[in-house]
């Protein structure tokens, strides 16, 4: 079945570093991908998104690319802030009768420091 | 717009009793509705898809007759934990999707503690 991997945290930066999130994937056909980010103690809210390959989705700042050919959409920034500081999740949206379901990654937690 | 609403955000109750969550859309319409669990520094964890007006989809290992789920209408979900134990204390949310789109759109989440 489908399936999200992304790089385990926790990362910590100090503020105006770069940032990358390591996200692949596992899915037939082409989903559409997603990165949602959670703040602490709320709900997830849609970041970016990425409905066919090569698209780049980017929303904040944050930039991510749909790359099919390694089946990859990593998120990245090129200067974090402190209110950045969150739980970033990679998340697809596949194709045939489970279409509207999304597949999650874990999660990445980060913590960005003055 | 695609704003989704969550109620209550926080709940308390004791062991043995039941509790609704709801679960609204507030301006759009919602074929589908989809509630989550998420555990202390995990991944959110589907239980079940619900599309108005007929039974709710649960994911394996999710009881049915635990986690009784409403779609009444095109604009509100409910979950109901019933006969709630300790073990049910998580942080619930729930997800909306558009009618004709296939974007969720994500509930703040309701923390629900069972003493």
């Known amino acids: 079945g489908d399936s999200v991997t992304q790089m385990e945290g926790p990362v910590t930066l100090s503020e105006e570093a ?9 899915a037939t056909g082409y989903p559409s991908l997603f990165w949602y980010v959670q703040y602490p103690g709320e709900g997830l809210q849609l970041l970016l998104k990425a409905t066919k390959a090569d698209d780049k989705g980017s929303n904040k700042g944050f930039e991510a690319t749909y790359r099919k050919e390694t089946t990859s959409f990593h998120l990245e920034k090129g200067s974090v802030q402190v209110s ?3 739980v970033y999740f990679c998340a697809l949206s596949g194709l045939g009768a489970g279409s509207y379901q999304l597949t999650f990654g874990k999660g990445t937690k980060l913590s960005v420091i003055p | ?5 969550q109620h209550p955000s926080r709940v308390i109750c004791k ?6 969550i709801e ?9 589908t509705m989809f509630w989550y669990r998420q555990f202390p520094k995990q991944s959110l964890m589907l239980m079940a898809t619900s599309n108005e007006g007929s039974k709710a989809t649960y994911e394996q290992g999710v009881e049915k007759d ?10 509100l979900s409910t979950l109901t934990v019933t006969s709630a134990h300790p073990e049910d204390s998580s942080f619930y949310i729930c997800s909306a999707r558009r009618t004709g789109l296939y ?9 629900l503690t069972v003493t």
């Open chain 1, 18 to 26: 770069f940032l990358t999130i390591n996200c692949t994937y596992t």
């Open chain 1, 84 to 86: 950045d500081s969150a």
């Open chain 2, 1 to 5: 717009g695609a704003v989704v609403s």
């Open chain 2, 15 to 20: 062991s043995g009793t039941s509790v609704k």
């Open chain 2, 23 to 31: 679960c609204r859309s507030l301006d759009f319409q919602a074929t």
């Open chain 2, 66 to 75: 635990k986690f009784l789920i409403n779609h009444a209408s095109l604009t």
């Open chain 2, 103 to 111: 974007e969720q759109y994500f509930g703040p989440g309701t923390r």
